[in-house]
């Protein structure tokens, strides 16, 4: 049934915007049918396939550093107190650049291979990360840092053992975020300059005017950033099932 | 031996986590003081070992204060002098259970009840987890998580995880005091027969619940606060309730904790 609605929802957009093509008589480097994209889509599957495989390559490895990045400051500023004003500039900025800003640079510094789109992608994760899992670090309920006071438990296990877990829902919202974000720091990467990957074919076919293939990389992008949103979110909901839901609809 | 519903249950365990001899326990010149109010000033009490000593007192006095000092939580005055009666130091021989229940969330039932052990990176000792179980009445709720347990059975798992220390002394902070009636009276037994020898320190709002459980029951008051005179009812713990003569002194009791409250009151008046 979850899945059904969202599918419906698809369908209906699909149908949208085949009827404004036929209405409307869209030129089809302007707007092309649905089932146009579709076609090519199909016919180019192998050259999409390996672009994806670059872009999905960049998040993931984007995804990965970030969150190691994120998770040692959290902690870093969490233990050491004169940490935090080093740190929190640094995080702060790291947010407030903006990244499309940054791209030119990193491009320039890592070349155009896969390098700078990752940390492009690390920098958007960082941050996110970082934020959510420091603030859990710090809300660990204190009757259970008593509990385990009394119960003899040095600051190594009472991290391991209290903190930690206790900071897993917060750290998941921030991986949620991340994972939702991670892809715009792979393409924005791949558009400023790069020989691989969806946002470049995206580009590669925009100046080519075959805009039916540039929708089928958008389309493919799109997939793969919704999947690995879900993988993530499947996996974080599997580690932290012990956490009760309160649905505020109800 | 058989418990009150006629099944037999292990007696060993008792004695395996029986402290012996008891400790006792004695406070000199507390000190404590918050924003420049001293809270305690030269508070000094001795809770004899093996015995069940019940606090009662307005809320606000410093109950749970004095219990979180003893238990080694929060700042301390270096003037006040916490130690067994034979004046050892009571480091890992204090065990603690407070209002909350505590459990962690994320660990099922009987890893909540050796959470000392994974704390402490020992191995458990999976058979005595099993039998407090058994004697707290969970023996089927094992692998279940906290959020499958009801209050009451939320607060026995804390109680197996403060008997598993196998401490000499356990100090409670209204442990009973967020369930029921009834859970609280079938708490209430449970918890004198498995504490029975053990030096007891109980912070309790409830004046029949002191009456049941305490051999001694003091009534905190004043600011800096003071503990006074104690009360031994007679008889064996826990007590009937319906008890005429502990009805008497459950007045009496009452008078005494009025007259703690209005004193509270009116200090805080003169502030």
Not at chain 1, 1 to 11: D, H, K, N, Y
Not at chain 1, 229 to 234: N, P, Q, S, T
């Amino acid at each position: 049934m979850s899945i059904l609605r969202p599918l419906i929802v698809f369908a209906g957009l699909l149908v949208l915007w085949q009827a404004v093509v036929s209405i409307f008589d869209v030129a089809p480097f302007i707007l092309p049918a649905p089932l146009d994209v579709l076609t090519t889509a199909i016919a180019r599957a192998d050259v999409l396939a390996g672009h994806a495989r670059i872009t999905i390559l960049e998040i993931i490895l984007g995804l990965v550093f970030g969150t190691a990045f994120g998770v040692l400051s959290a902690l870093t500023m969490a233990y050491f107190r004169p940490a935090r004003s080093w740190i929190l500039p640094v995080l702060v900025v790291s947010q407030a650049v903006p990244v499309f800003a940054l791209a030119p640079i990193l491009v320039l510094w890592f070349g155009y291979g896969m390098a700078p789109k990752v940390v492009m992608a690390t920098l958007i994760i960082y941050f996110p990360v970082t934020a959510a899992f420091y603030d859990g670090l710090r809300r660990t309920e204190t009757g259970w840092l008593d509990l385990a006071q009394t119960l003899g438990a040095s600051k190594w296990a009472m991290l391991r053992q209290i903190r930690l877990p206790a900071a897993m829902p917060a750290f998941a919202s921030g991986l949620r975020v991340a994972a939702a974000v991670a892809p715009i720091g792979a393409v924005v990467g791949e558009w400023v300059g790069s020989s691989a990957g969806l946002g470049y074919y995206m580009l590669l076919m925009n100046g080519r005017v075959q805009t039916d293939a540039m929708f089928a990389a958008l389309f493919v992008l799109a997939l793969v950033a919704t999947a690995i949103y879900f993988a993530i979110d499947a996996l974080l909901r599997h580690a932290i099932s012990w956490q009760p839901e309160s649905d505020p609809a109800q | 031996m058989t418990r009150d519903d006629g099944t037999q249950y292990d007696d060993r365990v008792g004695e395996q986590c029986h402290p012996k001899p008891a400790v006792g326990l004695r406070v000199v010149n507390a000190r404590l003081a918050f924003s420049g109010t001293p809270l305690f000033e030269n508070l000094s009490a001795e809770f004899a070992g093996g015995q069940w000593t019940c606090i009662l007192g307005p809320s606000g006095v410093g109950k749970s204060t004095l219990l979180r000092m003893i238990a080694g939580l929060g700042q301390t005055d270096p003037a006040t002098d916490i130690a067994a009666s034979d004046g050892s130091a009571l480091d890992q021989r204090i065990a603690w259970m407070a209002q909350q229940d505590l459990l962690l969330p994320w660990l099922s039932v009987s890893q909540n009840v050796a959470l000392g052990n994974k704390l402490r990176g020992e191995t458990t000792d999976r058979a005595r987890v099993a039998s407090l179980l058994f004697d707290v009445g969970l023996n089927e709720r094992h692998e279940a998580l906290p959020a499958a347990l009801s209050g009451g059975q939320r607060q026995r798992v804390a109680l197996a995880r403060t008997l598993m220390e196998g401490r000499p002394v356990v100090l409670m902070d209204e442990p009973f005091s967020a369930v029921d009636a009834i859970t609280r009276a079938r708490l209430q037994e449970l918890a004198a027969r498995l504490l029975r020898g053990r030096t007891v320190l109980h912070v309790t709002h409830d004046p029949l619940e002191a009456l049941r459980l305490g051999h001694r029951i003091h009534v905190m008051a004043g600011r800096p606060a003071q503990l006074g005179t104690v009360i031994e009812p007679p008889g064996e713990t826990p007590r009937d309730p319906t008890d005429p003569a502990l009805r008497e002194l459950h007045g009496t009791l009452l008078a005494q904790l009025g007259e703690a409250a209005a004193d509270e009151t009116s200090n805080g008046a003169e502030q």
